[in-house]
């Protein structure tokens, strides 16, 4: 009971930000939105903004569940969506890296999040994964983001997206040669699936077997 009250409490404190800083963005009030989302942030992880966009999601990840073995999923999702929404604020005002880098972390943290977590429910409040990817398409992500979009989409059912990230994460990085080997392993696995389970997956036998020899041709 109470770590459900004190993470109903957290969520509720976030939510309440985030619709002032919802309000504050409609009336172009950038610099006070800022002063909000930063000043939350600080009082979750005792880092601001800029700090956390640059901190690695797998180290932040470790802090908070060092610092908060209750809620630690909670405060990760909390500070992705506020991240999110920084993201937002600065496309707004036309601050296009700070806007990917903001987006890039908070999809980062989702990710990982999801890795350590897979079962974990997240406040409705968060962004999706695929939702955050729609503010990234014009970026090329680092290779292992690639990777855990592959697993993610794959563990989801949605065979056709893990295979869409894949091909973007081959095209992209060709000199990764992780995205062939764990390409290869991922086909193979889908192999093993029944027709049934591939249709429902958007990617139909055939195209499994066209999209591995497309991956491993020369």
Same mark, same amino acid.
Do not use: C
């Given at each position: 009971?109470?770590?459900?009250?004190?993470?109903?409490?957290?969520? @509720?404190?976030? *939510?309440?930000?985030? *619709?002032?800083?919802?309000? /504050?963005?409609?009336? !172009?009030?950038?610099?006070?939105?800022?002063? =909000?989302?930063?000043?939350?942030?600080?009082?979750?992880?005792?880092?601001?903004?800029?700090?956390?966009?640059?901190?690695?999601?797998?180290?932040? =990840?470790?802090? &908070?569940?060092?610092?908060?073995?209750?809620?630690?999923?909670? *405060?990760?999702?909390?500070?992705?969506? /506020? =991240?999110?929404?920084?993201?937002? +604020?600065?496309?707004?005002?036309?601050?296009?890296?700070?806007?990917?880098?903001?987006?890039?972390?908070?999809?980062?943290?989702?990710?990982?999040?999801?890795? !350590?977590?897979?079962?974990?429910?997240?406040?409705?409040?968060?962004?999706?994964?695929?939702?955050? +990817?729609?503010? &990234?398409?014009?970026?090329?992500?680092?290779?292992?983001?690639?990777?855990?979009?592959?697993?993610?989409?794959?563990?989801?059912?949605?065979?056709? !997206?893990?295979?869409?990230?894949?091909? *973007?994460?081959?095209?992209?990085?060709?000199?990764?040669?992780?995205?062939?080997?764990?390409?290869?392993?991922?086909?193979?696995? =889908?192999?093993?699936?029944?027709?049934?389970?591939?249709?429902?997956?958007? &990617?139909? !036998?055939? @195209?499994?077997?066209?999209?591995?020899?497309?991956?491993?041709?020369?």
């Amino acid at each position: 009971m109470f770590k459900k009250d004190y993470i109903m409490r957290m969520i @509720e404190q976030v *939510t309440a930000v985030l *619709t002032q800083v919802l309000a /504050l963005g409609n009336g !172009r009030q950038y610099d006070e939105a800022f002063l =909000l989302t930063s000043g939350t942030l600080r009082d979750l992880t005792g880092l601001g903004s800029a700090a956390l966009r640059q901190i690695p999601a797998e180290a932040l =990840l470790d802090r &908070l569940m060092m610092q908060d073995d209750l809620g630690w999923v909670e *405060t990760a999702v909390s500070i992705a969506t /506020l =991240l999110h929404q920084e993201g937002l +604020l600065h496309a707004e005002k036309g601050n296009e890296l700070a806007a990917y880098e903001s987006h890039q972390q908070a999809l980062q943290i989702l990710l990982t999040t999801h890795q !350590r977590r897979p079962d974990a429910d997240w406040p409705e409040m968060a962004p999706t994964i695929p939702s955050l +990817l729609s503010y &990234l398409d014009a970026i090329i992500l680092p290779g292992e983001t690639y990777a855990q979009l592959l697993r993610y989409f794959e563990e989801q059912g949605d065979y056709g !997206r893990a295979e869409d990230a894949l091909f *973007t994460w081959r095209d992209a990085l060709p000199d990764d040669g992780n995205a062939l080997e764990l390409g290869d392993d991922f086909y193979h696995r =889908l192999l093993q699936k029944s027709d049934h389970d591939l249709e429902n997956g958007n &990617l139909p !036998r055939a @195209e499994v077997r066209a999209g591995l020899a497309d991956l491993t041709a020369d």
